[in-house]
């Protein structure tokens, strides 16, 4: 079984700095997409901003500019840089990762375990 293990997050003033990390545990063959959603209460889980394994990127409107992706293909983990952080960003947020085991034939989506974000003064 694929464990997605996340990092990060917590408590942030407005105009502030978080990064999150994710991490896929276990022996993978490839990981095609990662990304990271956001939810808030009452609310449905919204997507934020993916990357593929080649390398493009995609970003939420609301965060292009402020938020920055990336990742380490050989270390099968992703990063979200969060900058200039404002209340409306606060969420749990959740890294998804399409992953591909060896002798498999397609990519299967796995989710970590989601981490609350607070942007407050």
């Known amino acids: 079984q694929v464990q997605v293990v996340e990092s990060g997050g917590g408590v942030v003033q407005p105009g502030g700095s978080l990064r ?3 991490a896929a545990s276990r022996s993978i ?3 095609n997409t990662m990304a ?3 939810q808030t209460p009452g609310n449905e889980c919204t997507w934020v901003a993916s990357m593929v394994s080649g390398g493009a990127t995609n970003y939420r409107e609301s965060v292009r ?3 920055t992706i990336s990742r380490d293909n050989t270390k099968n983990t ?3 840089q969060m900058n200039s952080l404002s209340p409306d960003d606060t969420a749990v947020y959740s890294c998804y990762a399409e992953v591909r085991l060896p002798l498999a034939h397609t990519y299967r989506g796995y ?3 989601g981490t609350q974000v ?3 003064s």
Do not use: E, K, N, P
């Open 20 to 22: 999150r990390s994710c």
């Open 29 to 31: 063959f490839s990981i």
């Open 36 to 38: 990271w959603y956001r």
């Open 65 to 67: 500019g402020r938020f």
């Open 78 to 80: 992703a990063w979200l």
């Open 111 to 113: 989710w970590g375990q």
């Open 118 to 120: 607070t942007v407050s």
